[in-house]
């Protein structure tokens, strides 16, 4: 997928876009946050694709890092569902060509709704926007779908995706996220339409794991993904040793209370089942299929040995019949 980074000053015109930007096919321009790529957010991407097809356009995609919402304060908002590189790659999957990354900070924040259209979206060749039926854009997000039709002065044909539904509610990443926090990750699968996945470099911990006869890798996320609620979970895992199988294991998502004291950070780790190598410095991706139980502090060490070797059987035969 072709990549451009993008700044509020392209929009302010104080400088070009990036060479190659501009495409004499001119584009089929999915935009938005796009956090999780989920189900909602695939049919939008792949109505631009199957209209760019259609038109001989360029199906791409408009994004934003970080999320508006974090620049703006609002929500405490500061973790995310899918990395920037994951969000991409996820996207290329679903068919897109060209991403274009906006750099959102303050000064992009201030930029109206009619100065986006005309001094970004339109310089950049836009002929078809797909967008969610939410869709806001522009100072203060007075910028909508018919805005952005009146503001391209009849040159954009502007579509609007109405929401996918499951289970009766919309598919949202807010809705993702509240299963997340409850636990409730096979739910979130099916918004989704994949597992929800951590990535992280596997760190030296304090080889407890070891000593219960559970040795653990510990991940070290280099972004703030949202984090499950705490508890014990049966997991699939990419990454190991660069092979391209899957294992399978149980992971532990918390503050540890049997050892360590309150308020500290979360930590995730994971024991892979019928496995004895060295994991230190590799990325595993984590990717959580069947929530076990809460997060508990034993009595005793003897206790907890005994109860993750219960959570080792309960994983097992969660994952006995799953995908992977």
Do not use: W
Not at 280 to 307: H, I, M
């Amino acid at each position: 997928m072709e990549r451009y980074e993008l700044s509020h000053a392209i929009v302010s015109g104080q400088s070009a876009l990036a060479p190659g930007a501009i495409k004499p096919e001119g584009l089929s321009l999915a935009i938005g946050f796009f956090d999780g790529v989920h189900l909602g957010h695939a049919e939008v991407v792949k109505r631009a694709v199957s209209l760019a097809k259609r038109q001989g356009l360029k199906p791409a995609v408009l994004t934003f890092d970080p999320h508006p919402r974090t620049i703006l304060g609002h929500d405490g908002y500061h973790t995310v569902l899918t990395p920037l590189d994951d969000k991409l790659s996820l996207l290329a999957e679903l068919g897109m060509e060209v991403a274009y990354v906006v750099s959102f900070d303050m000064g992009f924040a201030e930029v109206s709704a009619e100065r986006f259209v005309t001094e970004l979206l339109l310089p950049l060749g836009v002929k078809t926007a797909v967008v969610g039926f939410d869709f806001k854009f522009g100072h203060r997000g007075r910028g909508n779908a018919e805005l952005l039709r009146t503001a391209g002065g009849g040159t954009i044909d502007v579509q609007v995706v109405e929401p996918v539904f499951q289970g009766g509610a919309k598919v949202s990443s807010t809705r993702i996220r509240e299963m997340l926090s409850a636990g409730r990750c096979d739910e979130a699968e099916k918004l989704l339409g994949r597992p929800y996945a951590i990535t992280g470099v596997v760190v030296h911990g304090d080889a407890r794991g070891r000593l219960l006869g559970f040795p653990t890798a510990n991940m070290k996320p280099d972004v703030p993904y949202v984090l499950p609620l705490h508890g014990v979970y049966a997991v699939t895992i990419d990454g190991v040793d660069g092979a391209a199988d899957t294992r399978k294991g149980v992971i532990n998502v918390g503050l540890r209370p049997t050892f360590d004291a309150p308020g500290g950070v979360p930590k995730l780790e994971t024991h892979l089942f019928d496995f004895d190598g060295d994991l230190y410095g590799q990325n595993l991706t984590v990717r959580f299929r069947s929530f076990l139980r809460p997060e508990t502090k034993f009595a005793s060490f003897d206790e907890l040995k005994a109860q993750i070797g219960r959570d080792a059987e309960s994983a097992r035969a969660a994952l006995a019949s799953a995908s992977l």
